[in-house]
């Protein structure tokens, strides 16, 4: 993977079994607004993703315990973006949180992408035993 590393630190995984590599915080940020404030945090990477590889931006699990989150869910990069790599994060703690430069706060997981996929529109759909049933069909917990 080709990186431009302008500040900051590599990406890295925390252990040889984990499926995302971390990213963290260039600079400390304050959460002190007003809850749902969305804050763009600096990463100081930017990267090269090859065509046929997706990149996702994902939150680290341990941003629940701060009251994070990333605003977007999962945000994904582009093949043809070469800006810095910014992470939306929202506070919803409802009280200021800071976290150093260098916290870990995201991380890239990378997949293939499946081969050019067309489109084909039909009227109708064949019939499944699911059929269009979701959110909760199949029962709560």
């Not at 990069?77 to 995201?106: C, H, M, Q, T």
């Not at 084909?120 to 029962?139: C, E, N, P, Q, W």
């Amino acid at each position: 993977m080709i990186i431009k590393l302008v500040s900051g630190a590599l990406p890295q995984r925390a252990t040889e079994s984990s499926s995302g590599f971390d990213v963290a915080l260039l600079e400390a940020t304050t959460f002190d607004k007003p809850a749902g404030h969305v804050y763009l945090c600096r990463t100081g990477i930017s990267l090269a993703v090859p065509r046929n590889i997706d990149c996702q931006l994902r939150a680290r699990s341990s941003l629940c315990k701060y009251g994070l989150l990333l605003a977007n869910g999962v945000g994904t990069i582009d093949s043809d973006y070469r800006g810095e790599i910014l992470v939306p994060l929202v506070s919803w703690a409802g009280k200021p949180v800071a976290l150093p430069a260098g916290a870990r706060v995201a991380q890239l997981v990378f997949t293939y992408l499946v081969p050019a996929v067309r489109f084909v529109a039909i009227d109708k759909l064949d019939a499944t035993s699911r059929g269009a049933g979701g959110f909760g069909h199949t029962g709560v917990i």
